[in-house]
Structures are given as C-alpha cells and as structure tokens.
C-alpha cells in the first residue's frame, strides 16, 4: 500500500501517526491516572470510574450551557472553569460514596466490584433520568477544534495538544501530591500499613475519604476533557471500564510510573497496529498481547516489591 | 397476565354503531380487540445502550396513536397501546415480543431498532403470528409476511446517493468506513459491488470497521489523509460518531472540501455530534426534519407540541411515525384486524399524509420510498440536495450484490 | 441415588426438596408456559452460578469471565441446531443453499472446518463439555502456576471476555456477528418453539439441574472442597503443607467452565438463539451478581439468586421500565453492604434460628465457612 507515495508525504503521515499515538497515550493515561490512585493505592475496584468520567462531561456540557447563557462574551475560556467545576463535582461524588459505601469495604476488595457496579447502574439511570437518554452534543470554543499546520503536509489537532498538556499538567499534579507532600506520605504510608499510619496519628479515615476524591475528581477532569473527542451521553461511561483497568493492571497496579509505562506501550502498539490492520482487529490483538504479557508477568511492568 | 384478551372473549357483543363493525367480524383469531378498543403493542429500548436511538422511535409511534386516535380510530375503535422495554438486549426484546403477543394479544407491535434486536423478536413473530412493524433502515436480506419495513433497506439508500455523488462531485476514489457489525458490513459490501462493477472507472482504496463504542479514529483518518480519496464513505453508529466526526475536524480535514457521504446519521446523531463538527457532509437516507411538503409541515410542529421543542427528527423517527398509519390503513383495508389479512392486504397500501411525501407497501414488505440526499448545516439540520426523480423499489435480495 | 444424612446436613436437605418441589412441582402447575419458559431462562444461569459458588465461594477465584464460558456451551449448541436448520431444502432462496444463512450473506460458500463437528450431535455434547474445560484449563494453568489470583484474575478474565465478544463480532461469516445465530428450529428433528417441546425442556433442564446441585456438593463434601476453603483463607499454609494449590485451583475454575457452559447450551435451547451479548462483560458480571446475592456460599442459594433476581429484573422493568435499574443497583449494593453471604445468609442467620426454636431443636446452628466481616475474601 506504500508504494504509490512519495516520501514527503510518507514522512508527513508517518509524523502524523506518532503524533496519534501520543494523543491515544494521553487519552489513556488520563482515563487511568484516577483508577490508578483508586486501585492502586488502596486496592478498591471501582467499576463507576466510566460514570464519574461521564459526570465530568455532563458539567462541562452544563457550564457550556450555563455560561452561553448568561456571559457569552466569556465563552472562549469556559473550557477551563468546566473542568475545574467538573474535578469538584466528581470529587464530591467520590467522597460521599466513599464515606457511605466504600468505607464498609476496604477489607473485601472484591465485593468493592459489586457495589461499585450496582453505583454505576445508578448513577447511569440518573444520568438518563435528569439528562434524557439521548446524547449531549457539548459545543467547543472555535480555539480548540482545527488543526495547527506544521508543514503544508502535517497537521496536528489542537485538541489533541490539548489533552497531552493537561495529561502532563495532572500527572505532575499528582506526582507531586503523592511523593512530595505531607498528605501524600500520610496517603503512602495507609496504603503500607494502616494499623502503623493509625498508630503514629495519621487520621486513616479521612485520607481515605480525600484519596477516593482526588482519584474521582481526577476522572471528572478526564470526562471533561473527552468531550472534545467522544461522545456524552448516560452509559459512554462503561466504553473506558476495561481499558483503563488493563491500563492500570499492566502497569503494575501501585506504580504511578507503571501506569505512565503501560499506557505509552498500549498506545504505541494498538495505533501502530491501527495503521496496518483493520480498527477491529487492532483492538483484539492489543489486547490479547496484553493479557498474554500478563499471563507472563503477572505483576505487570513496574511492581513495587513488596514481600507478601 | 392473559387477562387482557379474556374481555374480548366473554363481552356480549353490543349492539355497535353503523359505522363500526363488530368486533366478532373483525377478530376472528382472538387479537386484544373490543367494541371500543384495540391493543397495540410498542418496543424499544429505553433503558440500556440503544434508548439513545430507540427513543424518538417511541415518541414518534406515541404521536402518531394519538393523531389516529383524534381522527376516530382504527375501525372505529381507539387504540391503546403497551409498552415495553427491549433493554437493549436482544432476549430481551424476544421475551418481551412473546409477552406482547402470547399474553396481551397485541394486535400489532410497533418496535425494534437494530438488526440484531429483529433478528431475535422474527422467529417469535412468525411463531406466534403477530404483526411488526420495523423503523430503522436496515441491510436487507431478509423479508416476511410479519413484519413490514417501514424504513429502506440498504440497495434504496445506497445506490441512489452513489450514483449521486459520481454524477455530480465527479467521484472516482471512495474510502469505506463503519462500526463492526452486520448493517455496515453488508452495506458497505453493496457499496463496493456497485462502485466497482456498476460505476465507470471508479474505485475503493480502502474499508475499515471498528468495534462498536470505538472513540479513537486518528489512525484511519491518517490513512484516509494518505490515500486521499474523492469520497470518505461512512457508517459508523451510536456513541462512536461523536468521536469519528470532532476528530475528522480537528485532524484538519474540511468537510466543504472534502466530500464525506454517510448513510448513518440524522439529525438525532447530529444532536450528539454537534452541527458544527459535522457541516458539510451529505446523508443519505429518505426523509429531512428540512423537507419542505406540506404533509411535513404539520407533522414536525405536532411533533415538537408533544415533545418539546428542542426534539430533533430525523429518519429513523419518521419512519416509525408511519407504521401506526399504515397499520390502520392496511387494517381498513382488510376491513380486519386479522394478522393474515392485514399481511395479504398490506401490499399497495399507500399513505399519502406520510411526512416524506408519500409511500406505498411493495408485494415484499417493504416501502416504495424516495431516496434523498441532504447537506448537514451548522444549526444540526439538513438542507435538501437531490432527491430521485421516482420512488425507489425496495429490493432486499438484490441479484447481482450478494 | 442414596442421599444419606452425610452427604447433605439436615437444613441442606431441606433446601435440597424445597427446591425440588418449586421446580418439579409448584412452578409448572401454577405458571403458564410462557412464564415458565422465562424460569426455565433464569435457571440457565443458575448453572453459572454454581459454578461461583464453586470457585468463588469455596475457592476464592472470582471470575469475571464466566460469560466465555456461558458463551462456548452456547454457540456449541447453536452451531449444531443452526447447521440442522440450514438444511438444503430450508435455505432454497441463498445463493449457497445448505450453509447457515449469515455465511451466505458474507460471501462463504462453505462450512467451515470448525463447523464440521456440529453436524454430529454426541461430537456436539462432548464439546459442550470439553471447549470450555480446555480453554479454563489454559487460562488457569497460566495464572494460577504464576500465582495471580483475587482482583488481577477478576480483571484478566474480564479482559479475555471483552476479546472474545471483539472476536464474536467482527467474524461475522463464521459466527453470525452481533446478531448472533438466530433462528434454531430443532433438536435432532425434534421442533424446539413448540409449547410442548418448551414444557419438556424445562424438566430437562431442571433435571440437569439437580445433577450439577449433587455434583457441586459431592465436590465440596470431598477433601478437595476442604482444600478449597483452606486455600482461600490461608493460601501460604496450604501451600507449605505441601499441596499444589495452583492444581486445585485449576480444577475449581474448570469445574465452574463447564457448569457454565452446560447452563449456555440450555440457554441456546430455551431462548432459541445464542448471541454475543451473552458473553461480553456486563453478562458475566451479571452472573457473578445473581450468585452474590443468592449467597456465594451456598448452591442452592445460587439457584434462589438467579431465579429472584431475574425475576425481579423482568417484573421490575415490565412494571416500571424507567426505574429498574434503579432498583437492580441499590440491590447489589444493599446486598454487598448489609448482607454480604446474600439470601441463603439472611436464612442462615435470621430465619433457620426462628424454625429451630420453634421446633424446640437444641442443636447448634452450625455454618462454617461463611464470610463474616473481616475474613480474608481475597
């Protein structure tokens, strides 16, 4: 299929499918950043990750509204007070579920999979119940859509270099939060050993519940993001679920630097692969390679040692 | 349970009016009809995946009950409808069929929505003899004397639009596109038969499916920047949509420039997508919330009167709205609610109040309809391009394209 | 078969003939054909959910995957019925007549080499039974061998189903797409849509059953069910007492394959068709759900599981279409928060004790093995 280019135009398609690459490798580390936080550190299942992404979109879809309204003058940076709003609102979410729910079931991290699931039944039917059950079209600044012409032949999506911005933005965000600040130690410290954290005065209870918001919170941001690039409606939510578990699975579940890793790697394969074979086909060999790797190295890329 | 047809059953029959006929002479097989009542039943999803799609479905089969309804019945009887919800899963809709027809001896059932949703419900449909109407556009190869289709199947929209977009944009080189399951597939397969054995010199550089649900299209919009064809050909469905047409744009391909046909969205997708991510593709398809008619005139503004004015319609609406209608023309007719007579009756039925101007059911169930191509604008509707000159007869075993 | 008094406890026994006489006798006098074409689809799932009982409960392996394996039984069983029903003479109008019609559709004009097996209908039964074993036995041996377990295994199971619906989906000339395969009209000639045959159907099923009820409690009775147990609650000292744990893991999650699987193959015979969405990952955590709150514990809570809560699903959504889901979530969650070894707990805990005093019985309740709060559930 190659033969008919010349090699300005393959060297132009080539960069532009690096570039796609890179896009897809935002996309999933910011699906995974929260799920990571989630599952990583404490080790809950949270299967309503998809629905708390999806309540993110739906604010932003309520800013856009809101601020067309009553300041359209305002309406170019809106983008920016939807996704803060957004983080707010999913954290709140996170906490309330977390104090009424997830709490009761830190020791039994499997049934965490089943009452999140049942969480996300719910929250889909809410969504359909106040939103309708047609999709939301959320309009977008003119800014952010188009492309940014680097040669006559490469063009690459602004919103795209959007999204990698903010993945950076975030993932130094939380780095910082977790390896640098005090609460991130207390937050390192629950997860090693809660009865010690307890001992020395961490309050675990309250970590746990602000752990649990910043990784839903940090899902909202996501969900207010991929309204540039899918679709918003009540159950887009469950279109991420197992992605962004595999993501975070095959990073090594406790490893921020895993998950960063895994993403890159998952991106890399399935849009090269992309490229050559059919969408379909792409999609399940990415994931068989996945799922044999891990068969293989169960512990995933980047394992913290820890002796069990 | 069951009960619904026992008053059918054990009413004495009533001195009638002139004008309605009794209800022995008109249900001979033991259907939910009384004196001053008939049973119809409505399924789609509204709960599950597919209530994004199958809801302006519902709305529009509701409409249309009550327009009947206000103008005296079917037979001089009101129709009374019940719902249920196909879940978005398949056993579902054929556990539900079997419901609608065992126990409520729904006398017609207006519902489905995706191939995989009929393809369930037919085997209890043909089983339990009950009548069904089916809305969507669809890929044929199938037909029945229990269901007619009130939406085109897939030779009377394609070949049409193809035939089109050769003529007019001078088409040589097409990219086919679409979400990984049979109506794609099988459209797409009569797409490329009829580029490539029935257009002069044209070809198609390349065909793609994706999961459904799929939201990252970069990679192929590369391929389609690489290969740089006349036409993109898509038939992507649902959720993915939103992501297919935002990318195109954002990817810096201009829909003015370049031309995209799609068979797949109307305006409820436009909706989702947002006007101004997809301006400037053309769709395919028989009817435009746009047609400019005055059967179309009435029917978009009762429309929006019973579901608020933000509703959008587009084809697959519309074509649910006709199969009330044509279920009471054909049903008067017959001057019968019998599912064998409203099936031998149902061929050269005609609507002519059908908002896409007029219809008429073909000997094989389906609709002889015209085939229109629309220019997506900014504001999420449809501006009327080109429509056929004739009707177009629906042909789902089409020779030739198998 | 001798029952003796070792082989179920007294309150098992009593569940074991409670539950005989609302499926052999009460529910076929007292439903209409069609509702007990419904129960006969909810104990389909009843299969899968011994299976959970099995290696969930028992062994701790949460699979959440069991749709793969509910899926093979079931395009076992499809393959074979719709290769009967493609004879020549039923399939006169394709272009190819005498090949399933979706292969017509898609341009194969001949059966395929692994549809050549299903011509036959014992080859069709074996392979019910083996397919799926073989395919646990792979997946087992790779994850157990390397010690993955508790959510890992949950999260790659769940991986595995969502290739195998990608797979189902985009070879649609080999297995008929996401419409599935559709349109099954008999069994060995025998015309499977009538009303009688459904009727006949169901006492089968039941019949099979009651054989899975007794084989999962023969399993658990032995020293290997008690190997089980001790492996989920303590793992590292099962192992240093010199078991192989990954073996007896492999064989739980085999046992559970092939429970489900025969439980897909009724499916495909009571519904009448097999399709991908049996096989995706919201039917295999469905099924995992029906189990948790009939009691992940018990086997015949597994079977009250299914039948109660698919009941309440078509009922809920008949009565209230809009908010069922409402109810199915605050269900799961009620159940996991408040009731954590689901219905057959609740009996165990509230209700046995009032018909013990009341029968004056002195003996002590005994339940061994259930999860109380803080017991390791990994």
Same mark, same amino acid.
């Given at each position: 299929?190659?033969?008919?280019?010349?090699?300005?135009?393959?060297?132009?398609?080539?960069?532009?499918?690096?570039?796609?690459?890179?896009?897809?490798?935002?996309?999933?580390?910011?699906?995974?950043?929260?799920?990571?936080?989630?599952?990583?550190?404490?080790?809950?299942?949270?299967?309503?990750?998809?629905?708390?992404?999806?309540?993110?979109?739906?604010?932003?879809?309520?800013?856009?509204?809101?601020?067309?309204?009553?300041?359209?003058?305002?309406?170019?940076?809106?983008?920016?007070?939807?996704?803060?709003?957004?983080?707010?609102?999913?954290?709140?979410?996170?906490?309330?579920?977390?104090?009424?729910?997830?709490?009761?079931?830190?020791?039994?991290?499997?049934?965490?999979?089943?009452?999140?699931?049942?969480?996300?039944?719910?929250?889909?039917?809410?969504?359909?119940?106040?939103?309708?059950?047609?999709?939301?079209?959320?309009?977008?600044?003119?800014?952010?859509?188009?492309?940014?012409?680097?040669?006559?032949?490469?063009?690459?999506?602004?919103?795209?270099?959007?999204?990698?911005?903010?993945?950076?933005?975030?993932?130094?965000?939380?780095?910082?939060?977790?390896?640098?600040?005090?609460?991130?130690?207390?937050?390192?410290?629950?997860?090693?050993?809660?009865?010690?954290?307890?001992?020395?005065?961490?309050?675990?209870?309250?970590?746990?519940?602000?752990?649990?918001?910043?990784?839903?919170?940090?899902?909202?941001?996501?969900?207010?993001?991929?309204?540039?690039?899918?679709?918003?409606?009540?159950?887009?939510?469950?279109?991420?679920?197992?992605?962004?578990?595999?993501?975070?699975?095959?990073?090594?579940?406790?490893?921020?630097?895993?998950?960063?890793?895994?993403?890159?790697?998952?991106?890399?394969?399935?849009?090269?692969?992309?490229?050559?074979?059919?969408?379909?086909?792409?999609?399940?060999?990415?994931?068989?390679?996945?799922?044999?790797?891990?068969?293989?190295?169960?512990?995933?890329?980047?394992?913290?040692?820890?002796?069990? | 349970?069951?009960?619904?047809?026992? =008053?059918?059953?054990?009413?004495? =029959?009533?001195?009638?009016?002139?004008?309605?006929?009794?209800?022995?002479?008109?249900?001979?097989?033991?259907?939910?009809?009384?004196?001053?009542?008939?049973?119809?039943?409505?399924?789609?999803?509204?709960?599950?995946?597919?209530?994004?799609?199958?809801?302006?479905?519902?709305?529009?089969?509701?409409?249309?009950?009550?327009?009947?309804?206000?103008?005296?019945?079917?037979?001089?009887?009101?129709?009374?409808?019940?719902?249920?919800?196909?879940?978005?899963?398949?056993?579902?809709?054929?556990?539900?069929?079997?419901?609608?027809?065992?126990?409520?001896?729904?006398?017609?059932?207006?519902?489905?929505?995706?191939?995989?949703?009929?393809?369930?419900?037919? =085997?209890?449909? @043909?089983?339990?003899?009950?009548?069904?109407?089916?809305?969507?556009?669809? @890929?044929?190869?199938?037909?029945?004397?229990?269901?007619?289709?009130?939406?085109?199947?897939?030779?009377?929209?394609?070949?049409?639009?193809?035939?089109?977009?050769?003529?007019?944009?001078?088409?040589?080189?097409?990219?086919?596109?679409?979400?990984?399951?049979?109506?794609?597939?099988?459209?797409?397969?009569?797409?490329?038969?009829?580029? @490539?054995?029935?257009?002069?010199?044209?070809?198609?550089?390349?065909?793609?499916?994706?999961?459904?649900?799929?939201?990252?299209?970069?990679?192929?919009?590369?391929?389609?920047?690489?290969?740089?064809?006349?036409?993109?050909?898509?038939?992507?469905?649902?959720?993915?949509?939103?992501?297919?047409?935002?990318?195109?744009?954002?990817?810096?391909?201009?829909?003015?420039?370049?031309?995209?046909?799609?068979?797949?969205?109307?305006?409820?997708?436009?909706?989702?997508?947002?006007?101004?991510?997809?301006?400037?593709?053309?769709?395919?398809?028989?009817?435009?919330?746009?047609?400019?008619?005055?059967?179309?005139?009435?029917?978009?503004?009762?429309?929006?009167?019973?579901?608020?004015?933000?509703?959008?319609?587009?084809?697959?609406?519309?074509?649910?709205?006709?199969? =009330?209608?044509?279920?009471?023309?054909?049903?008067?007719?017959?001057?019968?609610?019998?599912?064998?007579?409203?099936?031998?009756?149902?061929?050269?039925?005609?609507?002519?109040?059908?908002?896409?101007?007029?219809?008429?059911?073909?000997?094989?169930?389906?609709?002889?309809?015209?085939?229109?191509?629309?220019?997506?604008?900014?504001?999420?509707?449809?501006?009327?391009?080109?429509?056929?000159?004739?009707?177009?007869?629906?042909?789902?075993?089409?020779?030739?394209?198998? | 078969?001798?029952?003796?008094?070792?082989?179920?406890?007294?309150?098992?026994?009593?569940?074991?003939?409670?539950?005989?006489?609302?499926?052999?006798?009460?529910?076929?006098?007292?439903?209409?054909?069609?509702?007990?074409?419904?129960?006969? *689809?909810?104990?389909?799932?009843?299969?899968?959910?011994?299976?959970?009982?099995?290696?969930?409960?028992?062994?701790?392996?949460?699979?959440?995957?069991?749709?793969?394996?509910?899926?093979?039984?079931?395009?076992?069983?499809?393959?074979?019925?719709?290769?009967?029903?493609?004879?020549?003479?039923?399939?006169?109008?394709?272009?190819?007549?005498?090949?399933?019609?979706?292969?017509?559709?898609?341009?194969?004009?001949?059966?395929?080499?692994?549809?050549?097996?299903?011509?036959?209908?014992?080859?069709?039964?074996?392979?019910?039974?083996?397919?799926?074993?073989?395919?646990?036995?792979?997946?087992?041996?790779?994850?157990? *061998? !390397?010690?993955?377990?508790?959510?890992?295994?949950?999260?790659?199971?769940?991986?595995?189903? &969502?290739?195998?619906?990608?797979?189902?989906?985009?070879?649609?000339?080999?297995?008929?797409?996401?419409?599935?395969?559709?349109?099954?009209?008999?069994?060995?000639?025998?015309?499977? !849509?009538?009303?009688?045959? *459904?009727?006949?159907?169901?006492?089968?099923?039941?019949?099979?059953?009651?054989?899975?009820?007794?084989?999962?409690?023969?399993?658990?009775?032995?020293?290997?069910?008690?190997?089980?147990?001790?492996?989920?609650?303590?793992?590292?000292?099962? !192992?240093?007492?010199?078991?192989?744990?990954?073996?007896?893991?492999?064989?739980?999650?085999?046992?559970?394959?092939?429970?489900?699987?025969?439980?897909? &193959?009724?499916?495909?015979?009571?519904?009448?068709?097999?399709?991908?969405?049996?096989?995706?990952?919201?039917?295999?955590?469905?099924?995992?759900?029906?189990?948790?709150?009939?009691?992940?514990?018990?086997?015949?809570?597994?079977?009250?599981?299914?039948?109660?809560?698919?009941?309440?699903?078509?009922?809920?959504?008949?009565?209230?279409?809009?908010?069922?889901?409402?109810?199915?979530?605050?269900?799961?969650?009620?159940?996991?928060?408040?009731?954590?070894?689901?219905?057959?707990?609740?009996?165990?805990?509230?209700?046995?004790?009032?018909?013990?005093?009341?029968?004056?019985?002195? *003996?002590?309740?005994?339940?061994?093995?259930?999860?109380?709060?803080?017991?390791?559930?990994?």
């Amino acid at each position: 299929m190659l033969g008919d280019y010349s090699i300005g135009d393959l060297g132009a398609i080539l960069a532009m499918q690096g570039f796609a690459g890179l896009i897809l490798f935002s996309v999933y580390v910011l699906m995974a950043l929260g799920l990571a936080i989630i599952f990583g550190q404490m080790g809950v299942i949270n299967m309503a990750h998809g629905e708390f992404m999806i309540l993110g979109a739906y604010v932003t879809w309520m800013t856009s509204n809101a601020v067309q309204h009553f300041a359209p003058s305002l309406f170019p940076g809106y983008f920016f007070l939807a996704m803060i709003l957004a983080f707010i609102a999913s954290g709140a979410l996170g906490m309330l579920v977390e104090w009424a729910l997830i709490r009761h079931l830190y020791k039994r991290p499997l049934d965490t999979l089943l009452a999140t699931w049942g969480l996300s039944l719910i929250l889909q039917q809410a969504y359909r119940s106040i939103f309708g059950a047609r999709e939301v079209g959320v309009e977008l600044p003119d800014w952010m859509m188009g492309s940014w012409p680097a040669t006559d032949s490469i063009q690459i999506p602004i919103n795209g270099m959007f999204v990698m911005a903010l993945t950076m933005l975030i993932t130094i965000a939380v780095a910082y939060v977790l390896y640098w600040s005090k609460w991130g130690k207390q937050v390192r410290a629950v997860v090693q050993n809660r009865v010690m954290a307890g001992a020395v005065g961490i309050n675990t209870e309250k970590v746990d519940c602000y752990t649990f918001g910043l990784g839903c919170g940090i899902a909202g941001i996501a969900g207010s993001a991929f309204t540039m690039i899918g679709s918003t409606g009540p159950t887009a939510g469950q279109l991420y679920i197992v992605d962004t578990f595999l993501v975070v699975v095959f990073g090594g579940a406790a490893s921020l630097l895993g998950t960063i890793a895994s993403a890159f790697s998952i991106s890399q394969t399935q849009s090269t692969l992309e490229f050559f074979l059919s969408g379909s086909m792409a999609k399940v060999i990415t994931l068989l390679t996945i799922v044999g790797i891990l068969m293989v190295r169960p512990q995933g890329l980047f394992a913290l040692k820890v002796r069990k | 349970m069951g009960m619904a047809a026992l =008053p059918a059953i054990t009413m004495l =029959p009533r001195p009638s009016f002139a004008d309605v006929p009794a209800t022995s002479a008109v249900n001979t097989t033991g259907l939910a009809v009384t004196d001053s009542e008939v049973t119809v039943g409505i399924l789609h999803s509204v709960t599950g995946t597919m209530a994004i799609s199958e809801t302006g479905s519902v709305e529009a089969e509701k409409l249309a009950i009550e327009q009947i309804n206000a103008a005296g019945g079917v037979l001089g009887r009101k129709i009374k409808f019940i719902q249920e919800d196909g879940a978005s899963d398949w056993p579902t809709f054929a556990e539900k069929a079997k419901k609608l027809l065992v126990n409520d001896k729904c006398a017609a059932v207006m519902g489905c929505w995706t191939s995989a949703s009929r393809k369930a419900v037919l =085997p209890v449909f @043909e089983q339990y003899n009950g009548m069904l109407y089916y809305p969507t556009f669809y @890929e044929g190869l199938e037909q029945s004397k229990n269901v007619i289709y009130t939406g085109q199947e897939a030779t009377q929209q394609i070949i049409a639009g193809l035939d089109w977009v050769t003529k007019t944009k001078g088409a040589k080189s097409f990219y086919l596109l679409g979400s990984d399951y049979i109506w794609p597939r099988t459209s797409n397969k009569i797409a490329r038969k009829h580029i @490539e054995g029935h257009l002069q010199g044209c070809k198609v550089v390349g065909e793609e499916y994706f999961p459904l649900g799929s939201t990252q299209f970069n990679s192929v919009i590369n391929k389609i920047k690489l290969t740089k064809p006349d036409v993109i050909y898509a038939i992507i469905v649902g959720g993915s949509n939103v992501a297919f047409y935002k990318q195109l744009k954002a990817a810096g391909i201009d829909l003015s420039k370049q031309t995209l046909l799609t068979i797949s969205v109307t305006e409820d997708e436009i909706d989702g997508i947002g006007g101004e991510n997809i301006a400037g593709a053309y769709a395919c398809m028989k009817y435009f919330q746009s047609l400019d008619n005055a059967n179309n005139k009435a029917f978009v503004p009762a429309f929006k009167k019973m579901w608020g004015e933000k509703t959008v319609i587009g084809d697959v609406t519309q074509a649910a709205y006709l199969g =009330p209608w044509l279920w009471k023309l054909t049903a008067e007719k017959a001057g019968s609610f019998d599912i064998d007579k409203i099936a031998a009756a149902s061929p050269g039925v005609e609507f002519k109040g059908a908002p896409e101007g007029y219809v008429r059911i073909h000997e094989n169930h389906h609709l002889w309809s015209k085939t229109r191509v629309g220019r997506a604008k900014a504001d999420g509707q449809y501006e009327l391009i080109f429509e056929t000159a004739d009707l177009v007869e629906p042909d789902p075993f089409p020779k030739g394209y198998q | 078969m001798v029952i003796n008094s070792r082989f179920f406890n007294r309150s098992e026994l009593i569940g074991f003939f409670a539950l005989a006489l609302v499926l052999f006798v009460i529910l076929p006098l007292f439903l209409d054909i069609f509702r007990l074409n419904l129960v006969a *689809k909810y104990l389909t799932y009843a299969f899968v959910g011994i299976g959970l009982v099995l290696c969930w409960g028992y062994g701790g392996i949460l699979s959440l995957g069991q749709g793969v394996f509910f899926g093979l039984g079931g395009y076992c069983m499809a393959m074979y019925l719709k290769l009967e029903a493609s004879s020549v003479a039923n399939t006169k109008i394709q272009s190819t007549p005498g090949i399933p019609d979706f292969m017509d559709w898609n341009q194969i004009t001949q059966i395929p080499l692994f549809w050549k097996p299903f011509h036959s209908f014992p080859l069709t039964i074996l392979a019910i039974l083996v397919v799926p074993a073989f395919f646990a036995f792979i997946i087992g041996a790779a994850m157990f *061998k !390397r010690r993955v377990g508790g959510v890992y295994f949950a999260i790659i199971t769940q991986a595995i189903a &969502a290739i195998l619906t990608i797979l189902i989906v985009g070879q649609q000339g080999y297995t008929g797409g996401i419409n599935g395969i559709t349109d099954l009209r008999t069994l060995h000639g025998w015309d499977i !849509r009538t009303d009688h045959a *459904k009727f006949i159907l169901y006492f089968v099923e039941v019949v099979l059953l009651f054989g899975c009820i007794i084989a999962a409690q023969f399993i658990r009775l032995t020293k290997l069910g008690r190997i089980l147990v001790a492996m989920r609650d303590q793992e590292d000292r099962v !192992r240093f007492s010199g078991y192989s744990v990954a073996n007896f893991m492999i064989f739980a999650f085999c046992a559970a394959a092939v429970f489900a699987s025969i439980g897909g &193959a009724l499916f495909t015979l009571e519904v009448g068709f097999m399709s991908p969405s049996f096989v995706g990952i919201v039917p295999s955590i469905e099924m995992v759900i029906y189990t948790a709150v009939g009691g992940r514990m018990s086997i015949f809570g597994a079977v009250w599981g299914s039948l109660l809560v698919n009941f309440a699903k078509t009922s809920l959504s008949e009565s209230f279409p809009q908010l069922w889901l409402f109810g199915l979530g605050a269900l799961f969650i009620a159940v996991v928060l408040a009731f954590p070894n689901g219905l057959s707990g609740i009996w165990a805990d509230y209700v046995q004790p009032r018909i013990d005093r009341l029968l004056a019985s002195r *003996k002590p309740k005994s339940a061994p093995g259930y999860v109380a709060d803080g017991a390791p559930a990994e």
